[in-house]
């Protein structure tokens, strides 16, 4: 049953989940953003190991998260996905269907898109993630989608020994980010 609650959903992947965090349900950027809005509720639709192409295994919409996101009354969709596909790379217009595809699946809900983080692994990932920034930029730019670009807000000392997943700090950071820009942008709220 809808209530007069604004819900957003965070559509991601071991990010969003809060892979690697000691406690996880309460040091991941979604319990952060409720903290800060209470008056919405924040959903955390996040599964490791996901990737936005769907030919892979561990293509988001093969996801328990997804099949739970559709079910969900959802009125904002953030989706925050893109990282593995830095290792699951197949072409630039693969990419760019597969992310307007899963946009079509939140077709009653605002859409709001994320860019991935900056990681610490390596040229060739660099490259990569500089490529799948300029296409979610790209795709926001042609369906007026807004984009929170995060790869441009973050910082490689945000990033645990990995390289790739953000610590507790770096997770705030991410909702810090993300606060910010619903603070900047009333007209989406």
């Known amino acids: 049953m809808k ?24 040091e991941r950027y979604t319990t952060w953003l409720q903290d800060r809005f209470p008056q919405y509720e924040f959903l955390n639709f996040g599964s490791s190991g996901a990737t936005l192409q769907s030919q892979f295994d561990m293509g ?27 290792w699951y790379w197949t072409s630039e217009k693969t990419f760019k269907e597969e992310y307007e595809h899963l946009i079509n699946q939140y077709k009653k809900s605002d859409v709001i898109l994320i860019t991935p983080l900056q990681m610490n692994v390596g040229s060739y990932a660099e490259r990569k993630l500089a490529q799948i920034r300029k296409l979610i930029l790209e795709i926001g730019a042609e369906h007026g989608f807004a984009v929170i670009d995060l790869y441009t807000l973050s910082k490689k000392d945000w990033l645990s020994f990995d390289g790739i997943h953000p610590t507790a700090a770096g997770q705030k950071h991410i909702a810090d980010a993300i606060g910010n820009w619903i603070n900047q942008h009333p007209e989406f709220f």
């Open 60 to 86: 988001y919409q093969h996801t328990l998260a997804f099949s739970a996101s559709q079910k969900a009354d959802i009125d904002k969709v953030f989706l925050f996905l893109g990282a593995n596909d830095v």
């Open 3 to 26: 209530t007069n609650t604004s819900i957003f959903a965070f559509i991601g992947d071991s990010i969003t989940e809060g892979w690697g965090l000691a406690d996880y349900l309460h």
